[in-house]
Structures are given as structure tokens and as C-alpha cells.
């Protein structure tokens, strides 16, 4: 009768403490690795209770989580003495697991090694517990992960990162939109990676998404690159669809111009920020595909004069190397990180002759300027931002036209070219 009634005591003192330990389960994650956790089995007696294979181990070691999906786990743990690892589950919540540790048990795995493991099936939406302990009174750190099995373990709270991500750079195409290229990391628990950008409020807006396999790459299409410089961040998602951690910010260039003396263009931008480039090259061309190095500044620097600009357009821009260490699928074959084109015509720079009048209305326009001069012109082109030409014509009056046809709204230039001299006007299409 005392013996019955002591087996009685020692079950109801054991489930008193298992719940317990329930309650204060940390979450478990598939992909991730709980590391330097501390645990002490204070259990002296010889005596008690055996789960499944495992006697006398501390009910303070649990983990848990909701099956994602059907498939198997394997999982293992590795500690500086020797371990014991135990799975129950299968039930429908975590509130469930306590009153049912003695009827669910789907594996586990005690012997003298430092390292056990554990391999079981798991139901999608069911829940399970997991218990790594040592099978005496002693204390010691342990590592516990699934190595392998395509069953996902996860719960809603789930916040171990699934690897920490890292932005390569931002830089400005030739259409003034910021690309943004990340480093490539593939695993079975990452469904993809979220992009960031601040606003004007300082906070951080979700602008797309490249899932899991696609190329490490984003074009921001809402950016333009000669209106402001951006601040971008990234983050992975993972199999739980939960959003990890953001990564390190990067903030792009922004190129400014202005009119120095004579013909002098001046230059300035801002710090690219999250890489600490060595030097900044300056880059002018007549248009963007033909555009030199014609100088190069310390990683400090943020203004240049270019003291002797060709005559006619000129276009400039600046730049830093792309890092080594970018991984990225996508990271374009160029090896710089660009900032946003400015031409000479952004600061008014105009060639004029007292006798040639040029006169073109309306500007802004909808679709439609026309061009009126002195003289008749030998022709008449439209050139974008980048120094790329839309159209030319021959005119055959000095009174001609010209319909802006499936053109975005944005800044363009006329070029006028007389007899003996190229003139160029500036003109905004709404």
C-alpha cells in the first residue's frame, strides 16, 4: 500500500513539473540551432517514471512547435556530456502535450554518447514536444537542430533568423531606377527575401518580394534616381512565412550639378552609405553608353569642378567599386556602383548666337512642342536624360513640330544643329 501510494506521489509530482515545463517551452524552428543552452538535471533518485527509453530527465528542457507540413524529422543533440533526446506529439495544441506525455511518444533515443538522435514523423497543424536532457544530476551546454527530413517544425512565434542577409549594393540603372542586389543564400527554410525602403516618415516600407531561386536582384521601378537618393534594406522570409531580421541599410548616391565659372560644371553628391568605398570616380560622356573616367577622389570627397567640359552635351555621373564579397546570382558584369546622370543642360549651360533665335512652345508639355527658329536647321532630335536619341528629323520649314508619342513623363532634350553650331534646350513632358 505505502509503495503504491509513493508511485502515486512520484507520477502526480511528475506532471505537476512537466506542465511546467511545458509552460516555460521555448519555441523550435526547423533550420535553426539553439546553442550554449544551459540545462541541470537536478534528479538524483533512481527511481521514477521512464517515457518511452528515458528515465529521471529534467522536465525544464523543452521545445516545441507546429508541424508545417507531412514528412519526417530527424533531429540531434550534442552536449558536453552525455545527452538523452525524447519526441512526444501529435495533438492538436501545446496546452495539450502535458496531459498526454505518457501515451505519445514517437521517439527517443538515451545512451552514454554526447550525441543522440531522433527520427519520427510528423502531421501538418499537429504539435510536438521535444526534450534534450542529461540522464543524471549534472549540468551542461548542448546544441539542438534538425539535420534532416522534410517535415517543417514551426509555430507563428518562431524568430530564430534563418541566416543573417546581407545587401551587396544599390546602384542607378540607365532608366534612373535604383537595383538592388543581395547576397545569394539558399536553404530549404527560406521562401524568399522581402525589400525595404524608407520613407519619408524614417520608417521602413515593403516594396516587393524575389522568392526563394530567383535571381538575388530587385529594380525598384517606383524610384528615380535624379529626385532623390534611397535607403534600402532587406529581409528573409522564412518556411514558417515569418519575416527575419532586417539586414545592414545601404543608402545610394545622389549626384547634384551646378553652373561654375565660364563654362566650369561643379558636382557634388552625398556618402554612399553601408560600404566604405576607397576612392569615387568621376565619369562624363556624351552619352551613357561611352562615358569615361576622366577623374578619381579619395572615399571622403564630395564635391569636383570639371574645369574644361567639352563643348555641347556632357553627361556625368559617379561611382564606387562593387564588392568583392557579393555573391548575388544577378550582380551585374559591371564593376561599379553608379549614382544618377546629370547633364550639363541641367545647370542652363545654352549655346547662343545673337542671330539664331530658337523658340519652342509650349514647355512643360502634354504631347505635342513646337520649334520655331530663325533659320532653317539641318536637323532636329529629341535626347533623354541619359543622352540616348528618341528620334531625329531633317526639317523642312523653321516652323515644325513634334508629337511626344509613347514617351514617359520626365525631362528631355532638343538638339538643334545649324549650319555650323549644335544648340540644345531643355524641355519637361508631364
Known amino acids: 500500500m505505502k509503495k503504491n501510494l509513493l508511485l502515486l506521489l512520484i507520477i502526480i509530482a511528475f506532471k505537476i513539473n512537466a506542465q511546467y515545463g511545458c509552460f516555460n517551452a521555448l519555441t523550435f524552428c526547423s533550420g535553426t540551432t539553439y546553442t550554449n543552452s544551459t540545462i541541470s538535471n537536478n534528479t538524483s533518485s533512481s527511481g521514477g517514471m521512464s517515457f518511452g527509453c528515458i528515465t529521471n530527465f529534467n522536465h525544464n528542457c523543452f521545445y516545441y512547435g507546429q508541424a508545417q507540413n507531412n514528412g519526417s524529422v530527424t533531429l540531434q543533440v550534442t552536449g558536453s556530456s552525455n545527452m538523452d533526446l525524447i519526441c512526444w506529439g501529435g495533438v492538436n495544441g501545446p496546452q495539450n502535450i502535458c496531459s498526454q506525455l505518457m501515451t505519445n511518444t514517437l521517439a527517443c533515443s538515451s545512451s552514454s554518447s554526447t550525441t543522440e538522435s531522433i527520427t519520427f514523423n510528423i502531421v501538418s497543424g499537429k504539435f510536438y514536444l521535444i526534450c534534450a536532457t542529461t540522464p543524471a544530476s549534472t549540468t551542461t551546454q548542448f546544441t539542438l537542430s534538425q539535420i534532416s527530413g522534410s517535415g517543417i517544425l514551426c509555430i507563428n512565434e518562431c524568430s530564430k533568423a534563418v541566416a543573417t542577409p546581407t545587401l551587396c549594393y544599390v546602384s542607378s540603372n540607365s532608366n534612373l531606377n535604383n537595383e538592388i542586389y543581395f547576397n545569394n543564400y539558399i536553404n530549404t527554410y527560406k521562401n524568399g527575401t522581402v525589400i525595404y ?8 516600407d515593403s516594396i516587393g518580394y524575389v522568392p526563394n531561386g530567383q535571381p538575388d536582384k530587385f529594380i525598384d521601378l517606383t524610384s528615380n534616381t535624379n529626385q532623390q537618393s534611397y535607403r534600402y534594406a532587406i529581409a528573409h522570409l522564412d518556411s514558417c512565412n515569418n519575416i527575419q531580421l532586417k539586414s545592414s541599410p ?6 547634384q550639378s551646378s553652373q561654375g565659372t565660364g563654362t566650369q560644371i561643379n558636382l557634388s553628391w552625398n556618402l554612399y552609405q553601408g560600404l566604405n568605398p576607397a576612392s569615387y570616380y568621376i565619369f562624363r560622356g556624351t552619352t551613357s553608353s561611352n562615358m569615361q573616367v576622366i577623374n578619381t577622389v579619395s572615399g571622403s570627397t564630395t564635391a569636383y569642378t570639371d574645369l574644361t567640359p567639352p563643348v555641347g552635351l556632357n553627361l556625368y555621373k559617379v ?10 546570382s544577378a550582380a551585374a558584369m559591371d564593376t561599379i556602383i553608379s549614382s544618377n546622370y546629370r547633364s550639363s543642360q541641367d545647370v542652363g549651360i545654352i549655346e547662343q548666337e545673337s542671330n539664331y533665335i530658337i523658340d ?8 505635342k512642342v513646337f520649334i520655331q527658329t530663325k533659320e532653317l536647321s539641318k536637323s532636329i532630335s529629341i535626347i533623354d ?46
Open 385 to 430: 536624360i541619359t543622352g540616348k536619341e528618341i528620334l531625329t528629323l531633317k526639317p523642312k520649314n523653321t516652323l515644325e513640330y513634334i508629337e511626344f508619342e509613347n514617351l514617359s513623363a520626365g525631362i528631355y532634350f532638343i538638339r538643334i544643329t545649324s549650319n555650323n553650331k549644335i544648340y540644345y534646350r531643355k524641355i519637361v513632358l508631364n
Open 250 to 255: 545601404h543608402k545610394t548616391i545622389l549626384l
Open 360 to 367: 519652342i512652345y509650349p514647355n512643360p508639355t502634354d504631347h
Open 319 to 328: 561611382a564606387i567599386l562593387t564588392p568583392t564579397n557579393c555573391t548575388s
Open 197 to 204: 525602403r524608407e520613407n519619408s516618415s524614417s520608417l521602413w
